[in-house]
């Protein structure tokens, strides 16, 4: 079946499934498969659950006319995706970088959606499944798209850009994450990068964060929008940020419920892309005002009397070392750390651990606790826990009060568990 016959199913059916747990009546079912699964094995299942029709790519599990037979089911989602993607003419913004791309993604849609019909990424399906999942969820009412890319090797956000066609980019920023994949950090900087390589050959503009020295070489040859601290088409500054980040810009006060200053670059990156598309300045104020951060994303939760910053959705060494700087500058009396395991970071892992224990040694902490990972692997003076659950038993003794907590660690780390039981 060619990509334009299985898009015409696609009108009739606009709803994509690659599970059957999920899958309702209708639903197009394309069984996709990894190292651990084969979506193939349950085709069968979806078009019994309801699905209209089940894309396959082993002709072992064809059941009749339901079925369509492709040579590789993913290969044919993507380029499913790039059809259909090919049918709009309105902005496509990708956002990618190492740090603060959900958040920025999240800040961007919020500041948009005042103005215009804008589909976004669900939480941060930024992924070769993700992304075309993404775009096929774009209707026809669409004014903008904002479409985030995650990577962690080479040639990836250059796949990804070959079929969301972006026609505006921002890179957040490069730092250490994923080194297990990329290699480096010049290779992490010319992964990232390769989101500007389509934008320059495509005469795409990016919103380029201007502090960043490293972005203003990568940029060249661009349409720019600038932004940052000193210099740009959107100059701002972090006002205070204890607990919460606010923003002064050219005169517009934002108080945001963003935990850190290190925040400040997503919302100068979100006011830059409102005012481009001609947002007007109070809608961008009340948008990113009234955006609350969840799923463990710099959220500020009270209990009892004690204050707990919780950022444990995901961590590498830039961000860690951020908010670590960051919290030993809020104003309390009593702080403890919790940090967990940093992933994907090969050979430089060892290296980038000591480092965070060695900049905790520069401040005073009530209490600090590191967990799993390779913490395990290093001497430090500081409690040490395998894993969270371990480190919620010991949190849970310690019947803190009047304290301030910092609980941040990579996602496979699950540090969230640590306020399991409290």
Same mark, same amino acid.
């Given at each position: ?48 659950? %309801? ?92 004014? #903008? ?63 380029? #964060? ?135 970071? %090969? ?67 699950? #540090? ?7």
């Amino acid at each position: 079946m060619t990509i334009e016959a299985l898009y015409q199913l696609f009108l009739q059916h606009p709803s994509i499934s690659t599970d059957t747990r999920t899958i309702r009546t209708g639903d197009l079912y394309f069984a996709l498969k990894g190292p651990s699964f084969n979506g193939n094995l349950f085709a069968r299942q979806a078009l019994q659950k %309801g699905a209209a029709y089940a894309v396959i790519d082993e002709a072992a599990q064809a059941a009749g006319d339901k079925t369509i037979l492709v040579e590789d089911t993913l290969q044919t989602l993507q380029e499913l995706a790039k059809h259909h993607r090919q049918t709009f003419s309105i902005p496509f913004i990708a956002i990618t970088g190492s740090n603060g791309k959900t958040t920025t993604k999240e800040l961007i849609h919020q500041v948009l959606s005042g103005t215009y019909k804008t589909y976004t990424t669900q939480g941060n399906l930024n992924n070769q499944i993700g992304v075309p999942l993404t775009l096929l969820k774009i209707r026809r009412d669409a004014g #903008m798209a904002v479409v985030e890319m995650g990577a962690n090797h080479l040639r990836e956000i250059a796949s990804y850009c070959s079929y969301a066609l972006p026609t505006h980019g921002i890179i957040t920023n490069c730092g250490k994450a994923h080194l297990e994949g990329f290699g480096s950090e010049e290779n992490i900087r010319k992964g990232k990068g390769e989101l500007y390589d389509f934008l320059r050959e495509h005469r795409g503009t990016a919103f380029v #964060m201007w502090d960043y020295a490293y972005l203003q070489e990568m940029s060249r040859g661009l349409t720019i929008i600038r932004y940052g601290t000193a210099e740009g088409e959107v100059v701002g500054r972090a006002k205070q940020s204890d607990p919460f980040l606010e923003v002064e810009i050219d005169g517009l006060l934002i108080q945001t419920q963003l935990v850190g200053a290190y925040n400040l670059p997503n919302v100068l990156a979100a006011v830059a892309v409102g005012r481009h598309f001609s947002v007007p300045d109070a809608v961008i104020k009340a948008a990113i005002e009234a955006y609350r951060p969840s799923n463990s994303r710099s959220q500020l939760i009270e209990q009892g009397s004690n204050k707990i910053v919780l950022d444990a959705y995901n961590a590498n060494p830039s961000s860690m070392q951020s908010a670590i700087e960051n919290f030993a500058r809020m104003h309390a009396t009593s702080k403890v750390v919790i940090l967990g395991g940093m992933a994907e970071l %090969g050979s430089q892992s060892l290296q980038e651990h000591q480092a965070l224990v060695d900049l905790l040694k520069r401040y005073s902490w009530k209490r600090v606790a590191l967990v799993g990972g390779d913490f395990l692997q290093i001497q430090h003076p500081y409690s040490s826990f395998p894993n969270a659950a371990a480190a919620a038993a010991w949190f849970q003794e310690q019947h803190f009060t009047d304290t301030h907590i910092l609980i941040k660690g990579s996602r496979s780390m699950q #540090m969230e568990k640590v306020l399991q039981f409290t």
